[in-house]
């Protein structure tokens, strides 16, 4: 059974940076597309952004500028930076790998920006 690890989140000032981490099976990550996902309360759970094999990346026009994917395959772990963070920004955060066999979810991590 596949297990992501996700970790980074917590309460933050408006205009403050937090850095989002999460940790795969080796031997899966490096054939995975890897995203990021997030969902506020009473909203869907929508795409944030992705980082192929290819270390391409792609990003919801509302972060765009604002934050950054990006993989480390020697760790098998993804991250999402986020900067200037706005009190809209605040949902729980999950974490996705995919590949041709696999759709897997983290257990998501709260990230909770104050005005």
């Known amino acids: 059974q596949v297990r992501l690890v996700e970790s980074g989140g917590g309460l933050v000032q408006s205009g403050g940076s937090l850095r989002l981490s999460c940790a795969a099976p080796g031997g899966i990550f490096r054939i995975s597309t890897m995203a990021w996902y997030r969902q506020a309360p009473g909203n869907q759970r929508e795409w944030v952004a992705t980082?192929?094999?290819?270390?391409?990346?792609a990003y919801a026009d509302s972060v765009k500028g604002r934050f950054t994917i990006s993989r480390d395959n020697a760790k098998n772990t993804v991250y999402l930076q986020m900067n200037n963070l706005k009190p809209e920004d605040t949902a729980v955060y999950y974490c996705n790998l995919r590949n041709v066999d696999y759709n897997v979810w983290g257990q998501g991590t709260q990230v909770t920006v104050s005005s």
């Open positions: 980082v192929t094999t290819g270390d391409n990346t």
